[in-house]
């Protein structure tokens, strides 16, 4: 299965994925996580996209996409995997297509996670992530037992510095003018659901399951849709 999730900053892209790549044993390949590792470690490309990443601007096409594609060659990918975060713009829609019809693959289903926008303000506001797995919270509808510990690993939660009001306004910009589009490249192939993403975690897990069929583990439970 190869999937590509679409929505606004704070949908739940992350949150989703997290739980199909748990699921279906995929590979989760977000691009947002991929830059900040590179930003923590220093690296050449790390110092690159830091002025575009704390602005809330998207990195150059050609830059995330190379770096998407060499993620492919890894180990992991080749089975199967979710996408989030990536392709932002139809360029990067038309290469990553283009990359996949190289190796005789193709995207099986995008996923359009729609939420409000002023549910989308509290979800950034109230998010907080671990340093260590990355694991997702939120100080209302997901807390940790210990505020500021990761549950899973015991590691740092700490909040992005693009998650401030002022940036988080220019990312949902960012996302209507160069995003936004992606809906329609996905609809002319066929391939686009659109998931009310305005419920519980659980919900929108359900609805994805079903659009894509199947099975998920959510928390200790596992929800099942016929
Ligand atoms: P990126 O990290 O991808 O950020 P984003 O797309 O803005 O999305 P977020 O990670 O903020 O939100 P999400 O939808 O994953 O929500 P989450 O599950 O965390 O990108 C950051 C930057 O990197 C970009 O601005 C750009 O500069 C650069 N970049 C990345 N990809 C790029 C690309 N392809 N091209 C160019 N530049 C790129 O959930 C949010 C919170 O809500 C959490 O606290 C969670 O616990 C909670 N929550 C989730 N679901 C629910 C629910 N159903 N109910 C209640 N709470 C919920």
Redesign the pocket.
Known sequence: MRIVLL?P???????QAALLARRDGLAHV????L?RAHLDRGTELGKQVKS??DR????PDGV?TRMVLERFEEPGAQDGFVL?????TIP?AEALDAALADAGQAIDRALLIEVEREELGR??A??WICRGCQT???ER??PPAKAGICDACGGELYQRG?DKPEVVSV?LETYEKETGPLAGYYERQGKLARID?G???EA?AKQITSSIGGRVAVAAADVTVE
């Open positions: 929505g900053p704070g949908a739940g892209k992350g949150t977000a691009t947002g996580d830059f575009y990443m809330g601007a998207l990195v995330t989030d975060g990536f392709p932002r990067q979800r950034l109230g998010r997702l919270y939120h509808s997901a693009d990312r993403g419920g519980a975690v929108v």
